[in-house]
């Protein structure tokens, strides 16, 4: 839907492009998609019931990964229902509103758990590891709360910014956003004003902060391989990696996620790759989440046991 204006056609509402044309594929897609959903919403709930009723994982460490397991399930549930509903009833338009609520929502909860928790995380494991005796000072309740708080409200003022800058723009050219989803270097590429102060704007806020974080956080595991290499006892030195593994598999996930979408963008016409390999970095990381923390955590597991004895 369009509304003409002064010889200019203004977008009503935008069309998201779908996983296939094929009826049959499309129900298939939006049945695995729903799948990988509620595996992924279930699991990330199941941490946080466990890190919340298990007074063992009372700890900053499992306070944190209680916050990641909460984005988490919120992150999932931005583009993955829409895009299962979607792909099912064949129904690909989105508003305007709904297109911008989504664009702010993505941002904040990608900014907040890759740019800000992982970071606390990292964190947490250099103190814990490097600085023991120090530890409940320095990740006392209330600074982890402090931190938490931080995470959020700089993270608003971050989406907020990115999203009203994309939505300041007209968009005239095309409706149609070449992508399961509304993000901004889509966006931009079917705008018709001048975006080049937005695509400047996006590179740098994104290379400041993510350089900057890991920065941070390639930093604290260098600190904490050289101190525990030097632990005398192999057990000890075991024990130790096993707590900083699950972090460095999901840091390495969404690098590796997150460099795809700033370097190799999807493409003016779209396609199938590009939709495909977008799920990998807007719904796989979240879903493998409690899954990489579940079969790496001694803690979790046993925790999980327990609360399945007492429900059976």
Same mark, same amino acid.
């Given at each position: 839907?369009?509304?003409? $204006?002064?010889?200019?056609?203004?977008?009503?509402?935008?069309?998201?492009?779908?996983?296939?044309?094929?009826?049959?594929?499309?129900?298939?897609?939006?049945?695995?998609?729903?799948?990988?959903?509620?595996?992924?919403?279930?699991?990330?709930?199941?941490?946080?019931?466990?890190?919340?009723?298990?007074?063992?994982?009372?700890?900053?460490?499992?306070?944190?990964?209680?916050?990641?397991?909460?984005?988490?399930?919120?992150?999932?549930? $931005?583009?993955?229902?829409?895009?299962?509903?979607?792909?099912?009833?064949?129904?690909?338009?989105?508003?305007?509103?709904?297109?911008?609520?989504?664009?702010?929502?993505?941002?904040?909860?990608?900014?907040?758990?890759?740019?800000?928790?992982?970071?606390?995380?990292?964190?947490?494991?250099?103190?814990?590891?490097?600085?023991?005796?120090?530890?409940?000072?320095?990740?006392?309740?209330?600074?982890?709360?402090?931190?938490?708080?931080?995470?959020?409200?700089?993270?608003?003022?971050?989406?907020?910014?990115?999203?009203?800058?994309?939505?300041?723009?007209?968009?005239?050219?095309?409706?149609?956003?070449?992508?399961?989803?509304?993000?901004?270097?889509?966006?931009?590429?079917?705008?018709?004003?001048?975006?080049?102060?937005?695509?400047?704007?996006?590179?740098?806020?994104?290379?400041?902060?993510?350089?900057?974080?890991?920065?941070?956080?390639?930093?604290?595991?260098?600190?904490?391989?050289?101190?525990?290499?030097?632990?005398?006892?192999?057990?000890?030195?075991?024990?130790?990696?096993?707590?900083?593994?699950?972090?460095?598999?999901?840091?390495?996930?969404?690098?590796?996620?997150?460099?795809?979408?700033?370097?190799?963008?999807?493409?003016?016409?779209?396609?199938?790759?590009?939709?495909?390999?977008?799920?990998?970095?807007?719904?796989?990381?979240?879903?493998?989440?409690?899954?990489?923390?579940?079969?790496?955590?001694?803690?979790?597991?046993?925790?999980?046991?327990?609360?399945?004895?007492?429900?059976?």
């Amino acid at each position: 839907t369009s509304l003409k $204006i002064s010889n200019y056609t203004v977008v009503a509402e935008f069309l998201l492009m779908g996983f296939s044309d094929i009826r049959e594929l499309q129900i298939l897609y939006s049945f695995l998609l729903f799948l990988i959903y509620c595996a992924g919403l279930m699991g990330n709930l199941l941490i946080v019931m466990i890190t919340t009723f298990d007074r063992r994982l009372h700890t900053p460490m499992y306070f944190f990964l209680r916050n990641l397991s909460m984005v988490d399930a919120c992150y999932l549930s $931005i583009t993955a229902p829409q895009a299962s509903v979607n792909s099912l009833v064949n129904n690909r338009i989105i508003s305007v509103t709904g297109c911008a609520a989504q664009v702010f929502l993505m941002v904040f909860m990608g900014y907040v758990e890759f740019l800000t928790l992982l970071t606390v995380m990292a964190r947490d494991r250099y103190v814990a590891i490097c600085h023991p005796l120090h530890y409940p000072v320095i990740m006392s309740p209330r600074v982890c709360l402090q931190m938490t708080i931080t995470c959020l409200l700089t993270g608003l003022v971050y989406a907020g910014f990115h999203t009203g800058y994309t939505f300041r723009l007209s968009f005239c050219h095309s409706n149609v956003v070449h992508q399961f989803f509304c993000d901004i270097p889509s966006l931009l590429r079917i705008s018709c004003s001048d975006t080049f102060s937005n695509n400047l704007s996006l590179i740098v806020s994104d290379v400041v902060v993510g350089a900057g974080c890991y920065a941070f956080i390639i930093a604290s595991y260098v600190c904490i391989f050289s101190t525990v290499l030097k632990f005398p006892v192999k057990e000890d030195q075991k024990k130790a990696f096993s707590t900083c593994i699950p972090h460095i598999t999901v840091v390495s996930l969404f690098i590796i996620s997150g460099t795809y979408v700033y370097f190799h963008p999807p493409s003016d016409s779209g396609s199938l790759k590009d939709i495909i390999l977008s799920v990998f970095y807007t719904v796989i990381p979240p879903f493998l989440n409690p899954i990489i923390y579940s079969l790496r955590n001694k803690q979790i597991k046993g925790a999980i046991r327990i609360l399945m004895k007492r429900t059976l």
